[in-house]
């Protein structure tokens, strides 16, 4: 069956970086758009960024444009997001999801990334 497993997460101080990695597993991959997806403390889901199939297109939202950056590997069947100059605003639970309609129709269960000094 499917599965998105996130991790990376963790605590880190304010300016500093975080690498998080999504395994995927039970679908072919390298056909899919994928997405980083987060959710603050007491917040909705923000969208944070997306890469095409063939890694040819990225895009961000606003808040971490320049700072975050998308990538894939698909002969790992993985997805990546380098966090680099984080804000305590950064703080929430990292999802990835697949762009299989309806927005997403897989997630991972996410990774916590704290921010704080």
């Known amino acids: 069956q499917v599965q998105l497993v996130e991790s990376g997460g963790g605590l880190e101080q304010p300016g500093g970086s975080l690498r998080l990695s999504c395994a995927t597993s039970?679908?072919?991959?390298?056909?899919?758009?994928m997405n980083w997806v987060r959710q603050a403390p007491g917040k909705g889901l923000e969208w944070v960024s997306v890469?095409?199939?063939?890694?040819?297109?990225?895009r961000y939202a606003v808040s971490v444009k320049g700072r975050f950056t998308i990538s894939r590997d698909n002969a790992k069947d993985t997805l990546y997001l380098e966090m680099n100059s984080l804000k305590p605003e950064d703080t929430a639970v990292y999802f990835c999801?697949?762009?299989?309609?309806?927005?997403?129709?897989?997630w991972g269960q996410g990774t916590q990334v704290t921010v704080s000094s």
């Open positions: 999801a697949r762009d299989g309609g309806a927005p997403y129709d897989y």
């Open positions: 039970g679908f072919t991959f390298s056909n899919y758009y």
């Open positions: 890469i095409t199939s063939g890694s040819s297109i990225t």
